[in-house]
């Protein structure tokens, strides 16, 4: 039988990483708007942030495929369960390409990936103005598509909420499902 539930540990590292990896996105959209003296802050900020969000990815990939999940619910029709799926495998792919194209854009442009405490990532390559140059381009339209399935993301979590009134968003936060008149679940 499936839990009602996403585990406890996935629904952490889910309400953790949603404002990091918001974070990281503004913070990119400032750096790269920025010539000012904040753009060196930023910087410092983006770099480990990423490196973080990378280790939890992770973590969380690994969690998700040894834990049971609650099932999609069983009207729901079969475009929406293929449309959640891929959006779901679409986030994860990002969310672990985003860092590592990072990385190796950094390394590629011959920038030291240095996070706190001064310890610095090795470089995964060697410099490269050209190679450089196409990861950069690959970071900001991961960023952007990333953003874009983020919103999707969100508007389906309210259509389930608001229109469906069915149990997929009390699943992940972990509060009461919705309740049908006669006290049965809907």
Request: glycine fraction near 8%; charged fraction near 10%.
């Amino acid at each position: 039988m499936k839990p009602d539930y996403f585990p406890l540990s996935l629904r952490i590292l889910h309400w953790v990483m949603a404002p990091l990896v918001l974070a990281m996105l503004l913070i990119g959209l400032g750096m790269v708007a920025s010539v000012s003296p904040r753009h060196a802050v930023l910087v410092c900020i983006h770099k480990p942030l990423g490196a973080a969000l990378l280790v939890l990815v992770l973590l969380r990939i690994a969690m998700r495929l040894t834990h049971r999940v609650p099932a999609l619910p069983g009207d729901m029709p079969g475009w929406q369960r293929l449309a959640a799926h891929c959006s779901h495998l679409a986030l994860y792919a990002m969310l672990l390409a985003q860092p590592l194209v990072g990385w190796t854009m950094q390394s590629a442009g011959g920038y030291p990936v240095v996070l706190w405490g001064g310890f610095e990532l090795p470089a995964l390559v060697q410099p490269s103005v050209q190679l450089h140059a196409v990861l950069r381009g690959a970071h900001s339209v991961i960023a952007y598509a990333l953003l874009l399935t983020i919103l999707l993301h969100l508007a389906a979590a309210l259509f389930h909420r608001l229109i469906r009134r069915d149990d997929v968003l009390p699943s992940m936060t972990g509060g009461a499902m919705p309740r049908e008149p006669g006290g049965e679940r809907s």
